[in-house]
């Protein structure tokens, strides 16, 4: 009996050590009118991981990672961090941008489009360190459902629209569908 009371003293006068604990919020995904707040930078479309935007604003640097689908649900291209690891006859082009100089005034952005018909299927814009804006977007999902991005709403096929809606993602990726 008298150990266990010792042990106890022991445990008891044992300094803790709390780690430092440091806030970090993830990245703010808009996407249209529509505003994701600290997320991890990826977007899944009807429950498969189909877009990843990465943000290194002290480099300058803005980074896509994205599954190209047709209407038919096959993958036809996979972009890799702005490099198409996919990309027959080199039918999709990247455009990128990035900061020169202060990133207020140069903010980097990538645009990303099909050749062949001519259109631009995804483009994002940083409008601060820890903000990327979708601004347009016209591409398939893994299902062969249309994903449409305007300025004012998200529609993916015809079963679901987003409207200026604004959500915590926890740390974790955006959920569309």
């Known amino acids: 009996m008298d150990e266990l009371v010792a042990s106890r003293k022991i445990l008891s006068s044992t300094p803790t050590v709390t780690p430092a604990v440091t806030p970090t919020t993830g990245l703010e995904l808009r996407i249209g009118s529509n505003i994701f707040r600290n997320t991890n930078g990826v977007i899944t479309v009807r429950g498969k991981e189909q ?3 990465e ?3 002290t ?3 803005f980074l896509m990672t994205v599954d190209i689908y047709g209407p038919d649900s ?3 291209a996979h ?3 702005n490099m198409f690891m996919v990309n027959p006859a080199e039918r999709f082009a990247i455009e990128t941008h990035r900061t020169q100089q202060d990133f207020s005034d140069d903010p980097p952005w990538i645009r990303l489009s099909d050749q062949g018909a001519g259109d631009v299927l995804l483009e994002a814009h940083m409008t601060s360190a820890n903000i990327i804006h979708i601004t347009f977007g016209k591409f398939y999902s893994h ?3 249309l994903v449409e991005i305007t300025p004012h709403y998200c529609r993916i096929g015809s079963g679901m629209t987003l409207f200026g809606d604004i959500r915590e993602a926890r740390g974790g990726p ?3 569908g």
């Open 51 to 53: 877009l990843v935007l």
């Open 55 to 57: 943000a290194k604003p």
């Open 59 to 61: 480099h300058g640097l």
């Open 74 to 76: 096959n993958r036809i």
């Open 79 to 81: 972009l890799r961090r």
């Open 143 to 145: 299902k062969g459902e």
């Open 174 to 176: 955006v959920l569309l």
